[in-house]
């Protein structure tokens, strides 16, 4: 099946640096969604990207659809405490009424005030 | 407040009882899904609905059933419980707006001793 690697797995970082993590994909995908999950909670949608190259910011947070279709990056610029969670990486790869996502295993924000 | 509504919200179950997680949601979307997250292995979908009266396995299907009893309502079954199936189960479903991505519940933590 599709494997998605979502990098780095965990990242430890003072408050008002910035991030960057990613995804990569062993197909093509068609659609790029990125989540992010409060302790105790379900995966809230950060930002959706649908064509390749496409930038999109959402506050503090910009995505990037890859051009060749296989990978997406999420930035933060200048974190906070309220950052901390997880953040997972979603692709689809096909169109049509299947619809179902792919996730990548996460990236452990933890944020040093 | 429209969403996502999963019960019970904790669980603990000893080996071979059986159990049923139920999951509502009230945005008239069509297609639901049952995932479970574990430490390091990300979101794994279990089963889905594309819409009322059809389900399709997922990539973990095995050691639960599910049941689309109606456009609003499906429940995922643990017909006997196995320590392998202590983890976080989500429940999620998609507006058929593209744009929206699926919306999560908050969970089930289910423990089996």
């Known amino acids: 099946g599709q494997q998605l690697n979502q990098s780095p797995q965990s990242m430890f970082i003072q408050e008002g640096e910035d991030v960057s993590m990613n995804c990569t994909s062993s197909?093509?995908?068609?659609?790029w969604l990125w989540y992010k999950q409060d302790p105790g909670e379900g995966p809230v949608l950060l930002i959706a990207?649908?064509?390749?190259?496409e930038l999109t910011s959402n506050g503090r947070l910009t995505a990037q659809f890859g051009i060749t279709r296989k990978d997406s990056f999420l930035n933060i610029s200048a974190s906070i405490p309220s950052d901390v969670g997880i953040y997972f990486c979603?692709?689809?790869?096909?169109?049509?009424?299947?619809?179902?996502?792919?996730f990548g295993k996460g990236t452990l924000l933890t944020v040093n005030p | 407040n429209a969403g996502v509504t999963q019960t019970p919200k904790f669980q603990v179950l000893k080996t071979g009882q059986s159990m049923t997680l139920q999951c509502a949601q009230d945005?008239?979307?069509?297609?639901m899904y049952w995932y479970r997250q574990d430490p390091g292995m990300g979101l794994r979908l279990i089963y889905y609905?594309?819409?009322?009266?059809?389900?399709d396995k997922g990539e973990v299907p095995n050691g639960y059933n599910v049941s689309r009893l109606n456009k609003r309502e499906f429940s995922l079954r643990l017909e006997s419980a196995a320590p392998s199936q202590t983890s976080v189960y989500f429940c999620?479903?998609?507006?058929?707006?593209?744009?929206?991505?699926?919306?999560f519940g908050s969970g089930t933590r289910l423990t089996v001793v």
């Open positions: 999620a479903s998609r507006s058929p707006n593209a744009n929206l991505g699926y919306t």
């Open positions: 197909s093509i995908f068609n659609t």
């Open positions: 990207l649908y064509k390749a190259g």
């Open positions: 979603a692709g689809r790869s096909s169109g049509g009424s299947n619809y179902k996502l792919t």
């Open positions: 945005m008239n979307h069509n297609s």
């Open positions: 609905s594309a819409s009322e009266g059809t389900t």
